[in-house]
């Protein structure tokens, strides 16, 4: 079946980076972009960024400044998102989820990971 | 940037009510606006895209319309399972944008 499968929890230092891996299985991974969205505890939705697979295009929200960076391993089908200069601020809940733009038409996040706890915690 | 303005935050409803959530963009969207439904420790799950056209396999009493920078999501007879958190997304443009959330909660 279609899904995303998230890499698992982490436990982070202030300062350090996090990568997270998201996999997809069961469509062609090229045919959709995946976002990247982020939820700290008892908080919102917050949108992080899209990759294309296809052609590996990237746009992040300014508010990250440049902070993150996202990539893709066609090869094995799998999205990342790496976070740098970590703080506490970024403890939160990182899903990624797929995204289809077709004749115009925006088809919405259609199928989401089950979300990556990442911890940051001197 | 475009800001999404969701209201309201909450509201309690008793199951069998009519449910009217609503979004307002700051600038016209068109009809890029999506509705989420998130329940406690899961990932959000998609309700309506492209503000009116409803999920496959999406029950039909949710419905949405609107477009340009007004937005709706009504809920007609609201069931147990509904009771959750909803956000609409804006994916006209980057940065895309989520509403803050509309905590629907029994009464």
């Known amino acids: 079946q279609v899904q995303l499968v998230q890499s698992g929890a982490e436990v982070k230092t202030p300062g350090a980076s996090v990568k997270v891996s998201c996999q997809a299985s069961?469509?062609?991974?090229?045919?959709?972009?995946i976002h990247w969205v982020r939820q700290a505890p008892g908080q919102g939705l917050e949108w992080m960024g899209w990759?294309?697979?296809?052609?590996?295009?990237?746009h992040y929200t300014q508010n990250f400044q440049g902070r993150v960076t996202l990539t893709r391993d066609t090869s094995s089908n799998t999205a990342y998102m790496e976070l740098n200069s970590l703080t506490s601020d970024d403890t939160a809940v990182y899903f990624c989820?797929?995204?289809?733009?077709?004749?115009?038409?925006?088809?919405?996040?259609?199928?989401w990971g089950q979300g990556t706890t990442v911890a940051v915690s001197s | 940037a475009i800001q999404m303005t969701q209201s309201p935050s909450s509201l309690s409803a008793s199951v069998g009510d009519r449910v009217t959530i609503t979004c307002r963009a700051s600038?016209?969207?068109?009809?890029?606006l999506g509705w989420y439904q998130q329940k406690p420790g899961k990932a959000p799950e998609l309700l309506i895209y492209?503000?009116?056209f409803l999920q496959s396999g999406v029950p039909s009493r949710f419905s949405g319309s609107g477009s340009g920078t007004n937005f709706t999501l009504t809920i007609s007879s609201l069931q147990p399972e509904d009771f959750a958190t909803y956000y609409c997304?804006?994916?006209?443009?980057?940065?895309?944008?989520f509403g803050q959330g509309t905590k629907v909660e029994m009464k």
């Open positions: 997304l804006q994916d006209f443009d980057s940065p895309l944008a």
């Open positions: 990759l294309s697979p296809k052609n590996g295009g990237t």
């Open positions: 069961g469509y062609t991974f090229t045919d959709y972009y």
């Open positions: 492209a503000a009116s």
């Open positions: 989820a797929r995204w289809m733009v077709r004749d115009n038409y925006h088809y919405g996040m259609d199928v």
């Open positions: 600038q016209g969207i068109r009809i890029d």
